[in-house]
């Protein structure tokens, strides 16, 4: 068991993973649970210590281990089945795993009920938003006019387009009225969830961020990655460690 003294004051953060086929002959047919290691030292980095969660076979597997967690990271991934936003898939729709959606949905669902702090990364953010009942775009082109380059063709960890922030927002005591962010997605927001307020926008309009509209909450989605970021510099560290400490007042 994890004691007091093990810990050392620090905040455990439960890191959402994914799943993916295992591409070794050997062992074709076979999946992998995994998260990209960029989270696992962001966590590090701040002061937390990270706790990878899987997604199993049950709902509730996973929905109990959110009692081991101090905080909830929400790693990025494949796009979400439409129907969890009541939508049909269009074209440009990525590869979905409806099975990855439930448990990822449930989680953030039961987080927000327990009030675990929880911050969400590119498809993290959007699965915050559809388990709140938002919806997204499924791809930049749908509404083409005027959108920016959002998946960028470049380094992980350099920035590609600014964001501006809004005022009052988590986010602004972070990161002032804005940054600069690096860009992967090819999906983005459609309608904001209720309860959920847009927080970080591009200059195109697509949103880059929201937050819980209850200021006593720390629930934040991000569309940028910067766990990535620190790969570079430190510039995003400061939202790892606001997360963190956020996380260690609940332990
Ligand atoms: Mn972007």
Not at 6 to 20: D, E, M, S
Not at 147 to 167: C, F, G, K, N, P
Not at 171 to 200: M, W
């Amino acid at each position: 068991m994890l004691t007091e003294e093990r810990l050392k004051g620090r905040p455990v953060i439960g890191i959402l993973g994914n799943r993916i086929p295992n591409e070794h002959r050997l062992f074709a047919g076979s999946e992998r649970d995994y998260v990209n290691h960029d989270y696992v030292s962001a966590v590090e980095k701040a002061g937390g210590i990270p706790l990878i969660l899987p997604i199993t076979e049950s709902i509730d597997t996973v929905v109990s281990a959110l009692g081991l967690i101090d905080g909830l990271l929400i790693s990025g991934g494949y796009d979400i089945h439409p129907s969890f936003y009541g939508e049909e898939p269009e074209r440009r729709l990525g590869y979905t795993d409806q099975h990855i959606d439930r448990v990822q949905l449930a989680c953030v669902r039961s987080a927000v009920k327990a009030r675990r702090p929880v911050l969400g990364i590119c498809r993290g953010l959007q699965v915050m938003n559809i388990a709140l009942g938002g919806s997204l775009h499924q791809d930049t082109s749908i509404v083409s006019e005027g959108i920016l380059q959002h998946m960028q063709d470049a380094h992980r960890w350099e920035s590609a387009h600014t964001v501006r922030i809004s005022a009052n927002s988590r986010l602004s005591r972070i990161f002032g009225e804005s940054c600069r962010v690096n860009s992967f997605h090819h999906q983005y927001i459609k309608d904001l969830g209720p309860g959920l307020i847009q927080t970080a926008t591009a200059p195109d309009g697509v949103i880059e961020a929201l937050e819980s509209e209850d200021e006593e909450y720390f629930f934040i989605g991000v569309q940028w990655h910067p766990e990535m970021m620190l790969a570079g510099d430190d510039v995003m560290l400061p939202l790892f460690s606001a997360f963190t400490r956020e996380a260690s007042l609940e332990s």
